[in-house]
């Protein structure tokens, strides 16, 4: 099975950068995704690691360590639309690559 | 970048009735497609994965005879909820799973969702 595991909520200053971590235990994995969601929207996609290292994308970078089982989203020069909730996914192994979610953390960004 | 579509986006129907969403690959064929539901606060929760020309694979807990799932075609998936029940009621999402070919990412990219209520 998998187990991933996300801080709940965080508030973060317009203007100021964010670290949104993600833990994760799998009996296999083969990527994993950070996707943003506004409340009653479908998650739109940011980031897909599957190696270990950092991936910039203008505002946003994704950190993966397969070892430790833990991935970062980094979010610079926050805006206030980046207030959403932010979800960590893993995929797993085999045929059909099941990509299961975690809980997501709230973001709450102010002026 | 990859577009998925989901039909319809809101429907409320009366306890007892059922309801088909459709979700929609609009420039990619997809073979695999997955359905979530969602639950007020909640994250998004597999119910099944919908393979072109064969049986869904559902997840622990969901009764494959109550949420009916056909992949008739490489880019169309439907999830019929039957005899709907307002437990029921929640935020049904469909992606697609888009091979990473030429060194794209293989990722998965996911409909507007649809919002059904029963009464």
């Known amino acids: 099975g998998q187990n991933i595991d996300q801080p709940t909520e965080m508030t973060a200053t317009e203007g100021a950068i964010v670290q949104i971590n993600c833990t994760y235990q799998?009996?296999?994995?083969?990527?994993l995704f950070w996707y943003q969601q506004h409340a009653g929207e479908a998650p739109t996609f940011l980031s897909y690691?599957?190696?270990?290292g950092l991936e910039e994308k203008g505002r946003f970078s994704s950190f993966l360590s397969r070892s430790k089982g833990y991935s970062y989203l980094l979010l610079k020069e926050l805006q206030m639309k980046d207030s959403a909730s932010y979800l960590c996914?893993?995929?797993?192994?085999?045929?059909?690559?099941?990509?299961?979610f975690g809980t997501g953390t709230k973001l709450q960004v102010i002026p | 970048g990859a577009v998925v579509s989901q039909h319809p986006s809101r429907v409320i129907c009366k306890s007892g009735t059922s309801v088909k969403i459709e979700c929609r690959s609009l420039?990619?064929?997809?073979?695999?497609m997955f359905w979530y539901r969602q639950f007020p606060k909640q994250s998004l929760m597999l119910m099944a994965t919908?393979?072109?020309?064969?049986?869904?694979?559902?997840e622990q807990g969901v009764e494959k005879d109550k949420f009916l799932i056909n992949h008739a075609s490489l880019t169309l998936s439907t999830l019929t909820v039957t005899s709907a029940h307002p437990e029921d009621s929640s935020f049904y999402i469909c992606?697609?799973?888009?091979?990473?070919?030429?060194?794209?990412?293989?990722?998965?990219?996911f409909g507007p969702g649809t919002r059904l209520t029963v009464l």
């Open positions: 690691n599957v190696l270990d």
């Open positions: 919908s393979n072109e020309g064969s049986k869904a694979t559902y």
């Open positions: 420039d990619f064929q997809a073979t695999t």
């Open positions: 996914a893993v995929r797993g192994p085999g045929g059909y690559q099941k990509v299961t």
């Open positions: 992606s697609a799973r888009v091979p990473s070919g030429g060194g794209g990412t293989d990722t998965q990219y």
């Open positions: 799998t009996s296999g994995f083969n990527g």
